[in-house]
């Protein structure tokens, strides 16, 4: 569960959003600018809102009015970014453990379950430059579940697919989020992934989300 209600200065507006979601799939959307990329990066820890609180599992991990502000690390969030950010000088293995070695309780048989479930397990020993688009996503994905997160967060992660995978790994998705019931936040521009893919979409206008 992920509920905030925060206020973040932005270049040329202030962006207010309210959101509470559950175990769902809900799609951010807005223009180019409109601060959907900033709303994750505030849940996750990497931006700071100027005020307000922001819950995860109903445990505060930011608060203005508290001087509550969890680091990164604590909030236990699955991020993946647009480009995947998967380390090009690391194996498939190695970019899936990069975060979970460095926390208390490594579950290697889940590891092994994340790596069946994605259909990656042949390519544990290759590096990102010897795997295809659709494979990188699916790694990606699994590096960001492997750390079992209270939330996964999706910043438009299938815009770099031709047409052919992407409906591949839509129906893949489909599939995952049945598996794993988290709340994720899916920021996209197409209104048919949203459709699809969210159990609900969320338009931020003129600054406001909610």
Same mark, same amino acid.
């Given at each position: 569960?992920?509920?905030?209600?925060?206020?973040?200065?932005?270049?040329?507006?202030?962006?207010? !959003?309210? +959101?509470?979601?559950?175990?769902?799939? #809900?799609?951010?959307?807005?223009?180019?600018?409109?601060? &959907?990329?900033?709303?994750?990066? !505030?849940?996750?820890?990497?931006?700071?809102?100027?005020?307000?609180?922001?819950?995860?599992?109903?445990?505060? #991990?930011?608060?203005?009015?508290?001087?509550?502000?969890?680091?990164?690390?604590?909030?236990?969030?699955?991020?993946?970014?647009?480009?995947?950010?998967?380390?090009?000088?690391?194996?498939?293995?190695?970019?899936i453990?990069?975060g979970?070695?460095? %926390?208390?309780?490594?579950?290697?048989?889940?590891?092994?379950?994340?790596?069946?479930?994605?259909?990656?397990?042949?390519?544990?020993? %290759?590096?990102?430059?010897?795997?295809?688009?659709?494979? &990188?996503? %699916?790694?990606?994905?699994? %590096?960001? +579940?492997?750390?079992?997160p209270? #939330?996964?967060? +999706?910043?438009?992660?299938?815009?770099?697919?031709? &047409?052919?995978?992407?409906?591949? #790994?839509?129906?893949?998705?489909?599939?995952?989020?049945? &598996?794993?019931?988290?709340?994720?936040?899916?920021?996209?521009?197409?209104?048919?992934?949203?459709?699809?893919?969210?159990?609900?979409?969320?338009?931020?206008?003129?600054?406001? !989300?909610?």
């Amino acid at each position: 569960m992920v509920e905030l209600d925060i206020v973040k200065s932005l270049n040329y507006f202030d962006l207010k !959003c309210k +959101l509470a979601l559950d175990n769902e799939v #809900v799609a951010l959307q807005g223009s180019s600018g409109s601060g &959907k990329t900033t709303i994750l990066d !505030c849940i996750s820890g990497i931006k700071t809102p100027d005020r307000g609180i922001i819950k995860i599992d109903n445990k505060i #991990v930011f608060s203005s009015l508290e001087n509550i502000n969890i680091p990164i690390k604590d909030r236990y969030i699955g991020y993946l970014f647009q480009s995947y950010a998967l380390f090009p000088h690391m194996t498939v293995e190695e970019n899936i453990l990069f975060g979970v070695k460095r %926390r208390k309780g490594y579950d290697e048989n889940y590891i092994k379950y994340i790596m069946e479930t994605f259909k990656i397990e042949h390519l544990k020993d %290759r590096k990102p430059n010897q795997i295809s688009g659709g494979e &990188k996503q %699916r790694v990606a994905l699994a %590096r960001a +579940l492997a750390i079992k997160p209270n #939330v996964l967060m +999706l910043d438009e992660p299938f815009s770099a697919l031709d &047409k052919s995978t992407k409906e591949i #790994v839509y129906k893949e998705f489909l599939e995952y989020k049945n &598996k794993f019931k988290i709340s994720i936040i899916l920021v996209t521009h197409d209104l048919y992934e949203a459709k699809l893919l969210a159990d609900r979409a969320i338009i931020i206008d003129d600054g406001i !989300c909610e």
